[in-house]
């Protein structure tokens, strides 16, 4: 509402209770932005508030609502305060306007991308978590905060006829509790942020404890960036010690709607089993076949590129190759030009097992996200700067193949044919239908590859990030919804389909 249209309504308003003379100096104070007057009586003071709360609206909102302002850090001590005030933070934001949704976007994202802000989640991260590399996340966030779609995500449809006119829109759950990672722990904040407000949603972050302190300092970032575009207060909230007991407490809330948990099998399995609406962005252990067709000193490179990606973190990376035995020295000689270091002492394969797998066969911790040089120093291998990933010949039955390690260790198992290589990449993926990368131009291999595997992601002759709008086609994201069919999330992700319809009118062919 502008000045003028204020005046005109507070006009109105005192005409009924005493004069000109008294809706002047309202309007007077209403346009500096102060205190209201009083101008009548104490009715006329409450009427002349609402109107000064609502002057800070854009264009085209629902009259008599007001999309109200905010403040604090959304921090809070308590998870049932933190939801509490995520709930009372949607209720205002479902009267703001799509052009207010698109503004406060746009200030997380400009605010995440300012360099100071994007060098110190980057630093912090690696710091905090131990995992991960710097140059890397700073790429991770850039494309987070720069592609994440927005409102334009949430297109309705429509159908017309001589019944009238139906329309299906996307809806906000409400409030959604989002349960974030280590791997990529403001990653996740940043494109879940986006894509939950472009939504119409509230979040309530549970983030990975030991991703604690960068995870506030970007909860604080998004609400002070939020608070200056007069966003209602805590659209983005969480609580100042994460914990399992606090995620606990955030899946059992009432009022939390929608839950989306990206992490490990664990956490997918139990906001699944809520019994509420729940999006599971789980697991992987992508596979990448390279057969005699490809380009293989191409596939050599892009293979390292993608494999050693923030030190192998990413769900989507490639976690063992399955490469036919006519191209597979070959391969494995491009990969140690493209800065791969190749294992073949049996020893130094048994020694990173015992260093980098606990007793249930499983990665160690503190070995995720490591460096190639920093995993090999600790089996007594020095290498320069250069060397980002370690590749070694094994069986298809061997822990690094089966398991998903996450550090830069890329096992390569060798087989007679295509077919063969499909197969072995079927059953190792394990029906987790995550990611696959295959290097061939056999469009047949391909097709079937692509068929029997049942990924949500199939690159084809790049390296897995390009499946993740990095250097290749469509937007990215942070969490990819194999188990619960999303796929790659975006705000229609987090919404309701609702349907609207007018009967016998507004068919205008
Ligand atoms: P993790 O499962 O250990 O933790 C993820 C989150 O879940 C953390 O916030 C953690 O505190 C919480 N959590 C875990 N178990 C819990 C439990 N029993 N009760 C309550 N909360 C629990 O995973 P991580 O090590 O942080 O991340 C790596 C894993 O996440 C890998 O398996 C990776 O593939 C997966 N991941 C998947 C995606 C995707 O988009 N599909 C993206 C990133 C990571």
Redesign the pocket.
């Known amino acids: 509402m502008n000045d003028e249209q204020i005046s005109a309504t507070v006009d109105r308003v005192l005409s009924a209770y005493g004069g000109r003379s008294a809706a002047s100096s309202a309007t007077a104070t209403v346009a500096a932005g102060g205190a209201p007057v009083n101008a009548v009586d104490g009715r006329v003071d409450r009427i002349i508030a609402d109107l000064l709360n609502s002057a800070g609206r854009g264009a085209g909102e629902p009259t008599g609502t007001a999309c109200t302002k905010g403040g604090g850090d959304g921090i809070f001590d308590d998870m049932n305060a933190a939801v509490a005030a995520a709930v009372e933070a949607q209720r205002s934001y479902l009267l703001c306007s799509l052009a207010d949704r698109r503004r406060f976007i746009d200030g997380i994202r400009a605010a995440v991308l300012q360099e100071e802000n994007l060098k110190r989640l980057a630093a912090d991260a690696v710091e905090e978590t131990g995992i991960g590399r710097y140059d890397h996340k700073l790429i991770k966030n850039r494309l987070a905060a720069e592609k994440t779609p927005g409102i334009e995500d949430l297109v309705t449809d429509a159908e017309s006829g001589d019944n009238g006119l139906m329309l299906v829109e996307y809806s906000p759950y409400g409030v959604i509790g989002a349960?974030?990672?280590?791997?990529?722990p403001t990653e996740?904040i940043i494109c879940n942020a986006i894509g939950m407000l472009a939504a119409g949603n509230s979040v309530v972050f549970?983030?990975?404890?030991?991703?604690t302190q960068v995870s506030l300092f970007l909860v604080r970032l998004i609400n002070r960036a939020l608070a200056e575009l007069g966003a209602p207060a805590n659209l983005v909230v969480t609580v100042s010690r994460?914990?399992?007991e606090n995620?606990?407490a955030m899946?059992a809330h009432p009022k939390i709607q929608m839950l989306v948990?990206?992490?490990?099998?664990?956490?997918v399995k139990?906001v699944l089993s809520t019994g509420k609406k729940a999006i599971g962005?789980?697991?992987?252990n992508p596979p990448v076949v390279v057969d005699e067709t490809a380009d293989i000193e191409k596939a050599a490179r892009d293979i390292v590129a993608g494999a050693s990606f923030d030190n192998n973190?990413?769900?989507?990376a490639e976690k063992e190759i399955i490469a036919v035995a006519s191209i597979a020295d070959r391969l494995l000689a491009g990969m140690r030009r493209s800065g791969a270091h190749q294992v073949t002492d049996p020893e130094i394969i048994r020694r990173l097992e015992r260093r980098v797998l606990t007793e249930k066969g499983g990665p160690v911790t503190e070995c995720?996200g490591k460096s190639a040089a920093w995993l090999l120093a600790e089996v007594g291998i020095t290498v320069g700067p250069e060397i980002q990933l370690i590749v070694m010949e094994v069986g298809k039955d061997h822990p690094f193949v089966q398991e998903?390690l996450?550090m830069p260790i890329l096992p390569l198992v060798r087989v007679p044919d295509v077919d063969t290589a499909i197969d072995v990449a079927v059953e190792v993926e394990h029906g987790r239908r995550?990611t696959a990368v295959m290097h061939s131009t056999n469009v047949a291999k391909l097709t079937r590859m692509a068929k029997l595997i049942q990924t949500t992601i199939f690159v084809k002759n790049g390296p897995s990030y390009a499946g993740d709008g990095n250097g290749g086609p469509g937007y990215p994201?942070?969490?990819?919804?194999?188990p619960t069919g999303e796929g790659l999330t975006s705000p229609r992700s987090f919404a309701r389909r609702r349907r609207c319809v007018l009967v016998d009118a507004l068919n205008v062919r």
């Open positions: 349960i974030t990672p280590t791997t990529n996740t549970s983030p990975h404890p030991r991703a994460p914990s399992i995620t606990n899946m948990a990206t992490g490990g099998p664990g956490i139990a962005a789980g697991a992987g973190v990413l769900c989507f995720v998903e996450m995550h994201t942070f969490t990819i919804a194999g």
